[in-house]
């Protein structure tokens, strides 16, 4: 998958690869549905080509795989036996799935070339997960490489973030990423410009039939003060619950446009306080009474 927005962050990956400063660990931060776990999945797969030199000798190139080496073709089954991927299984990552990595990197490699990991949303590492992981950014061997990817680097431990090599992954012009909806024929929706920074996600929506949700949450949004039934909004809400914090941030934003058109601060930063409460009330309450919650939360914005 090209992502266009990505190609000057490839290009300096791989100057640095051909400048033989390409760090062994490498940390991609940046908001989910950016394509911090793409890039680095064909970061890997290009580490792991046979051809890799070759590919990326040329000026301007980007690391990325030949296609049809032996490697590649490995890669390409998902049986590569020296490409690990560890994830969160359940709500951390453990011990020892970290444990399991320094095993993986200790043995020789299958393929006689490079072995390795990508850890995707590695702030979910357990304090002594982080405190394993430490021993293999510390003593790197050769042709082993690391990959972490995160969207909240601030959760991770400041000796973690001081040994790996870390680039921000954003979309900088987001022309790029506007376009690269357009040709999913995602176009139209007046909220979309609040998603140029993160479209991927866009793009999972689309694939789980979610967009024309999202669009009426949106149209539920900027009409909510004067709106007195919810019950379609409620049904969005109970039938696909991860919409709720979409919802909320469309409120925030109308909030924001009205504090710029006349609104005082104190009513601004009442509603913005309500706001939080629904979406904390929303994802921590079990049976939470929806209807009721929603109707609060417009009363108290009406008044504000």
Known sequence: MALPWLHDTQQRLAQSFRGQRFHHAQLFCGPIGVGKFELSDQLANA???????????????????CGHCKSCLLTLAGTHPDKRLTQVDGQSIGVDDIRGISDFMNHSAA????????????????????NALLKTLEEPSNSRFLILTTSQAAQLPATILSRCAKTDIKVINT?????????????????????????????????????????????????????HNFKVLVDIINKQPELVRIFTLFLSEQLKQQLMQGMSFDAY???QQALSEFL???????GLNLPLAVSRLAHILRNS
């Open 47 to 65: 580490l792991l080509c046979q051809n890799i030199v070759q590919q990326s000798a040329a000026a301007n190139s980007i690391l990325a795989p």
């Open 111 to 130: 393929q006689n070339g490079n072995k390795v990991v990508v850890i995707k949303n590695c702030e979910k590492m357990t304090t002594a997960a982080a």
């Open 175 to 227: 022309q790029l990423a506007q376009q690269w909806l357009e040709s999913l024929q995602i176009k139209g929706y007046s909220w979309l410009p609040l998603f140029y920074s993160q479209p991927l996600q866009v793009k999972h929506w689309q694939e789980q039939s979610q967009l024309q949700s999202i669009d009426m949450l949106y149209k539920f949004a900027t009409e909510f003060k004067q709106s």
């Open 269 to 271: 930063q009442i509603a």
């Open 280 to 286: 904390q009330n929303n994802t921590k309450i079990l």
